[in-house]
């Protein structure tokens, strides 16, 4: 096939870096689409772990074109950051390119995100902060910048200029916070056009025309299917699609330029910050999962909750986008447990066993996960390097994941490395 699209099918954070980075050594191009710098994709190579949020995976492939869509949300400040750190280490970086659709962070997002959340209390959604949904905001209510209006000086300083007035408006009379100073972040940001003006093109031509020519497209996801802003859980969610769907319109192709779907399933599930969980372990088998598996934050440094796989959050992935295949990573953490649980249900007040995730959070709060219980492998899986070399147990708890999702599952990974990975058919 020469187009695969990986998504996250839980709430993000599920070992999609490792996955990508794997297929796209093979591919001749990386789109992202989607989401900004709130997202983290962590990779090793040969013990060099490389922690990236807005530059797609591929700049680790020296012969990959990277694309940042018109769906992402883009900061400069942040994009420069990353620049730096990764020509530090050597990575070349010149092939990288920005669509001229998509919409620009700037710092008055920044500071509106925090101050909007705050003002929730305990009703916030745990933020990253990093501007994402206040950018957004301005996208739908069609005030934002994007990266066209970077290349007239004169152009752009107008309409920062009157969004600054606007924000400032918000932030001082509304939150009780100091207004942005105008003329510095103006000043900054004319900077930034300038060094940017080299990467800006119209990608979606781009991506057609790779797509066209039979080259190997790789459509990079981030964050999770349970953070969608229509099919997640809401409001517990980012504000853009990391389903498949967002793909065609954050990169701007048809649905039938993407062949193959690649579900990322985290061999248990986490999520960061607030919001019903319902295999949630807040105990010594959370703990555990913490530790042996590194669950922190690659953006933030935040804790994970931790809890058993839910299979029926993994099937309603599958459903909603149309997995043809499924990566199961991080099946080393589970090494450790003399039994497994699996959630292939739930329980609700009344008594009635559902396996449809549903829409009501208030429902879901009441829930209780219905599990299966496996025994456990109890040996190390980070040596494997053939599916056949897995203990049977290890095989019995993916043939689960499989039947009840009805995906194959065509990946496997044992450990952060890139040898660490078994391949089940090749997809690229």
């Known amino acids: 096939m020469s187009t695969v699209a990986v998504v996250g099918t839980q709430w993000g954070d599920e070992g999609k870096g490792k996955a990508i980075d794997y297929l796209a050594t093979r591919a001749d191009m990386v789109v992202r689409a989607q989401g900004g710098n709130n997202a983290g994709h962590s990779?090793?190579?040969g013990g060099k772990k490389y922690a990236l949020h807005l530059i797609p995976s591929g700049v680790l492939n020296p012969s990959a074109v990277n694309i940042i869509g018109n769906g992402v949300v883009f900061d400069p400040e942040g994009f420069f950051e990353e620049i730096a750190g990764l020509e530090k280490d050597g990575i070349d970086t010149s092939n990288i390119y920005i669509s001229d659709r998509a919409h620009i962070v700037f710092p008055y997002h920044k500071l509106?995100?925090?101050l909007s959340d705050a003002a929730k209390g305990k009703n916030r959604v745990g933020t990253t902060n990093k501007g994402i949904g206040p950018c957004y905001m301005d996208k739908v209510e069609r005030t934002g910048l994007r990266m066209c209006d970077m290349m007239d000086d004169e152009i752009f300083t107008a309409k920062l200029s009157a969004q600054i007035d606007r924000k400032n408006e918000i932030i001082t009379k509304v939150y009780g916070a100091d207004a942005v100073d105008k003329e510095e972040m103006t000043a900054r940001y004319l900077e930034y056009a300038r060094r940017l003006r080299p990467y800006i093109r119209d990608t979606g031509v781009m991506v057609y025309e790779?797509?066209?020519?039979?080259?190997?497209?790789?459509f990079e996801g981030a964050q999770g299917t349970m953070l969608d802003i229509d099919l997640g859980t809401y409001p517990y969610v980012t504000s853009s699609h990391p389903v498949s769907g967002g793909f065609t319109t954050g990169a701007g192709v048809g649905p039938q330029m993407i062949e193959e779907v690649v579900g990322i399933v985290k061999a248990y599930t986490t999520r960061v910050g607030a919001g019903p969980f319902v295999t949630e372990?807040?105990?010594?088998?959370g703990d555990a999962i913490r530790e042996v598996g590194h669950e922190?934050?690659?953006t933030t440094?935040?804790?994970?909750?931790?809890?058993?796989l839910d299979l029926v959050v993994v099937r309603y992935a599958a459903r909603v986008s149309g997995l043809t295949g499924i990566s199961l990573m991080l099946l080393d953490v589970l090494d450790q447990f003399e039994t497994v649980n699996i959630c292939v249900g739930y329980e609700t007040p009344q008594g009635e066993i559902i396996t449809d995730f549903p829409a009501s959070l208030d429902l879901l709060e009441k829930c209780r996960p219905v599990y299966k219980e496996l025994k456990g492998w109890h040996v190390p899986t980070t040596g494997c390097r053939d599916?056949?070399?897995l203990p049977d147990e290890a095989k019995a708890y993916i043939r689960e994941i499989e039947d009840f999702t009805g995906v194959p599952v065509r990946i496997i990974s044992v450990g952060p490395d890139r040898e660490q990975t078994m391949v089940r058919g090749e997809l690229f």
């Not at 440094?301 to 058993?308: A, K, S, T």
């Open 296 to 298: 922190y934050g690659v």
């Open 43 to 45: 990779v090793v190579i």
């Open 112 to 114: 509106l995100d925090a």
């Open 387 to 389: 599916y056949d070399e």
């Open 281 to 285: 372990e807040n105990n010594e088998i």
């Open 210 to 218: 790779a797509v066209k020519a039979g080259k190997k497209v790789l």
């Open 301 to 308: 440094g935040r804790p994970r909750r931790c809890g058993w």
